[in-house]
């Protein structure tokens, strides 16, 4: 890799770690379910990145955190390591492309569609989120600590009575 392109990276990944630092629980939990998931993998170039390397490996959103409705389900993000998520990050075309055939059109079609719903979180709904995937995190940790390999799922997170 060359000089500058190295600099790009260890920027990247600066930003991020100083970003992660600063996240609400919710989006660390689901971070940490998403790299899990694909078993500290990058899903693009399937570089496996061991402890204590793992903030190298980043939670790589599909549709921006912003959009509440997607912003902590299973389909709108992908595990990417650093230098991944960089060039995801300037070919946003190519990203696309990547994300429709890693999800397959139908899961494509739903995540499309949930990207267009707007909705409104109370404080309780967020206590619920939060809760929702603490759970799906220790089962997932626990899952993984008693050697399950393999990719693991888990739940949409967002309480039933979000509107
Ligand atoms: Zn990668």
Redesign the pocket.
Known sequence: MAFLECLVVARAAFLVWVGEMKLPLEDKLYSKLVRCRAEWR??????FVPEPDRQRLHCSHVLSRSRRATRWHPLNALS??????T?MGQNPLAHADLVKAKLGSEKYEILKHLGTKTIRLKKHHIKEIRANLRASWTDMEARRQAGETGRIEFEDPLPDSVA
């Not at 990417?80 to 998520?85: F, I, L, N, Q, T």
């Open positions: 990058c899903e693009f170039c399937d570089e990417a390591c650093a230098s991944c998520h060039h």
